[in-house]
Each structure stands twice: as structure tokens, then as C-alpha cells.
T-cell receptor, first 110, second 115 residues
Framework: TQLLEQSPQFLSIQEGENLTVYCNSS?????LQWYRQEPGEGPVLLVT?????EVKKLKRLTFQFGDARKDSSLHITAAQPGDTGLYLC??????????FGQGTTLQVKP | KAGVTQTPRYLIKTRGQQVTLSCSPI?????VSWYQQTPGQGLQFLFE???????NKGNFPGRFSGRQFSNSRSEMNVSTLELGDSALYLC??????????????FGEGSRLTVL
């Protein structure tokens, strides 16, 4: 069974702090995506990483794909209240299925 | 361009009943996937349809079924509802030619409560 483990599950921080969310698997991903979901809405894609060691930046968000393509991280610099939400990693394995992690609930307090 | 539309948004059923949820993908998208989201289990993959054929299936019992029509609209059905089926059911569509790395566009979900 292919599983994705995300950590931490919950994170509550003050505005301006930095944070990192991790996504790990024992299996190799074909690709990995990060989504953000706000209450009452469906998840929205933030980024897709495909190549081992790849780093992508989206404003204050930095996404890294592990060299072995078994892990990924999302780093947010100077978090703002608007970053509050559920962050989900989703990996595609060689079966073609897209499997989601359990998510990290982030609360940024002003 | 209209987004993914799911109906109904909210519904309440009792144990033993059945339910049908509907999903209209973004125009031109032929791949439709269904996920169940619960606080304890996160997003669990139910199934994916492409051009009216089931392409992939998750580890759910046979009470969960789906289908896709020629216009790419999809429905999922849950029979003999159990309390544990209470969840947010999300539908997502994908652009053709994007393969498995393509972006999933999600609807707002159908929140099912089973009493």
C-alpha cells in the first residue's frame, strides 16, 4: 500500500514566523503536488514537482522535492494570516493513482 | 470558464438509504476523479473515469460505485449508507493530455451526513 505521511498535522503560529511542512513516503513518486484547501472549498493546486532535487518558489512559499523522489517539503517564510488553510501533498506513483497525505492544518494568528 | 460543479452541496440521509452525487467537470475535461474527505482519514481516492471508462479504483467497498456519461459528467452512488460514510465528497477534473502530473481542478464538494 502506498502511503504519504505529512507532518505536522497541526501548526499554529504567529504572523511573521517561518514554518516547514513535510511529506514522506516509502515509495518513489512519479510526481508530487501540493494543494491548499480553505474551508468550504475544494483544494487548489500550488505546485507540481517532477524531478528529484527540484526546488520551486511561489512568492513566500518554497517547495523542494527530495533527491530520491520519496519526500518533499513546503517552507513558508514570514507567514501571514492569509496563509491559513489545509495544506495537502499528493503523490503519483507508478500505479497512476494520485494519493493524498492527511494534510497539515495551518493557522497563522495576526 | 465555469469551474467544476457538484450537486447537491449538502444532504442528510439515514442509514440504509442510498445517495447519488453529481459532478460536472470543466468544459473540455474528460477525466473525472472522486475523493472522500474526512477529518480522520484525509482525502481518500474513490475512482477515476476517463471517456466513460473507469481507469482507476481505490480501496472502497462495492457499495460505492460511479459512472461517467458521454458529456463527461459523472455520478457516484453509495448504497446501504452507513454512519461512517458521512464525509465531504470531492470531484475533480483534469485537462486532456496532462497525464498523471496534470492539475486537478476540484469542485466545492457534496457534504453528506448519515444519521
Amino acid at each position: 500500500t502506498q502511503l504519504l505521511e505529512q507532518s505536522p498535522q497541526f501548526l499554529s503560529i504567529q504572523e511573521g514566523e517561518n514554518l516547514t511542512v513535510y511529506c514522506n513516503s516509502s515509495s518513489v513518486f512519479s510526481s508530487l503536488q501540493w494543494y491548499r484547501q480553505e474551508p468550504g472549498e475544494g483544494p487548489v493546486l500550488l505546485v507540481t514537482v517532477v524531478t528529484g532535487g527540484e526546488v520551486k518558489k511561489l512568492k513566500r512559499l518554497t517547495f523542494q522535492f527530495g533527491d530520491a523522489r520519496k519526500d518533499s517539503s513546503l517552507h513558508i517564510t514570514a507567514a501571514q494570516p492569509g496563509d491559513t488553510g489545509l495544506y495537502l501533498c499528493a503523490g503519483t506513483f507508478n500505479t497512476g493513482k494520485l494519493i493524498f497525505g492527511q494534510g497539515t492544518t495551518l493557522q497563522v494568528k495576526p | 470558464k465555469a469551474g467544476v460543479t457538484q450537486t447537491p452541496r449538502y444532504l442528510i440521509k439515514t442509514r440504509g438509504q442510498q445517495v447519488t452525487l453529481s459532478c460536472s467537470p470543466i468544459s473540455g475535461h474528460r477525466s473525472v476523479s472522486w475523493y472522500q474527505q474526512t477529518p480522520g482519514q484525509g482525502l481518500q481516492f474513490l475512482f477515476e473515469y476517463f471517456s466513460e471508462t473507469q481507469r482507476n479504483k481505490g480501496n472502497f467497498p462495492g457499495r460505492f460505485s460511479g459512472r461517467q456519461f458521454s458529456n463527461s459528467r459523472s455520478e457516484m452512488n453509495v448504497s446501504t449508507l452507513e454512519l461512517g460514510d458521512s464525509a465531504l465528497y470531492l470531484c475533480a477534473s483534469r485537462q486532456p493530455g496532462q497525464g498523471d502530473t496534470g492539475e486537478l481542478f476540484f469542485g466545492e464538494g457534496s457534504r453528506l451526513t448519515v444519521l
